[in-house]
C-alpha cells in the first residue's frame, strides 16, 4: 500500500513528465523560442533606447553613494542578461500554458470550454500585467532595495546596481502575472463547487 506522501510525489513526477513532454512538442517548442526571441529582443532595446539612461538617473539621484563608471561592454552584457532572462521567463510561462492541462487538470474550468476570446484576453491581460508589474515594482519596491543595499561609503559599479534594480523590477512583473494567474485559477474552482 502507497502512504499519501509517496502518491503525492509519485503524481508530481508525473506532472513533470507531463510538462517535458509537452516541451519536446514541435508547436510548443516553436512558442517558447519565438517568446524567448520577442521578450529579449524586446527588452534589450527598451533597456537600449529608453530604459538606460532613465535607470542611471534615477540610481544617481536616488541614493547617495558612489557610483562608478564602467566600460560600455559591461553596460551591454547586463542589459544582456536582463533581456535573456526575460526571454527565459517568458518561454517558460509559453511552456506552462501549452501544459496547462497536466498542471491543473484537464478541466481546470467547469462546465464548457471556455470560448476563444475568453481565453485570448486571459492571455493579452496576463501579458499586459507583465510590463505594469515591472514600472509599478520600478517605482515603489527598488527605492526601498536600493536604500536596504545603500550605505555609508558604498561604492559599486552602475552594472551592480542596474542589475539589482531590473531584477527587482522583473520579479515585479512576475508577481503581478502569478497574482493574476491565482485570481484566475481561484475563480474556476469557486466556479466548480
Known amino acids: 500500500m502507497i502512504s499519501s506522501p509517496t502518491r ?19 508547436v510548443t517548442l516553436l512558442a517558447a523560442i519565438a517568446a524567448f526571441l520577442v521578450g529579449s ?54 511552456v506552462c500554458y501549452r501544459a496547462r492541462g497536466a498542471l491543473l487538470g484537464d478541466r481546470w474550468w467547469p462546465g464548457d470550454p471556455l470560448p476563444g476570446t475568453v481565453r485570448a484576453f486571459l492571455v493579452v491581460a496576463g501579458a499586459a500585467l507583465f510590463p505594469v508589474g515591472v514600472l509599478v515594482g520600478y517605482d515603489y519596491i527598488v527605492p526601498v532595495v536600493v536604500d536596504l ?34 485570481v484566475v485559477v481561484g475563480l474556476g474552482g469557486r466556479v466548480r463547487s
Open 8 to 26: 503525492r510525489s509519485a503524481g508530481r513526477g508525473s506532472v513533470v513528465r507531463a510538462v517535458l513532454g509537452e516541451a519536446r512538442n514541435p
Open 41 to 94: 529582443v524586446t527588452t534589450w532595446y527598451a533597456l537600449r533606447v529608453a530604459a538606460w539612461a532613465v535607470l542611471e538617473a534615477d540610481l544617481t539621484a536616488l541614493v547617495d553613494v558612489t557610483v562608478v563608471a564602467t566600460t560600455v561592454w559591461d553596460v551591454i552584457l547586463a542589459q544582456a542578461q536582463v533581456a535573456a532572462a526575460v526571454g527565459l521567463l517568458l518561454a517558460v510561462e509559453a
Open 149 to 182: 543595499l545603500a550605505g555609508d561609503g558604498t561604492s559599486w559599479l552602475v552594472v551592480r546596481w542596474a542589475r539589482i534594480t531590473l531584477g527587482t523590477a522583473v520579479v515585479s512583473g512576475l508577481a503581478a502575472q502569478l497574482a493574476f494567474v491565482g
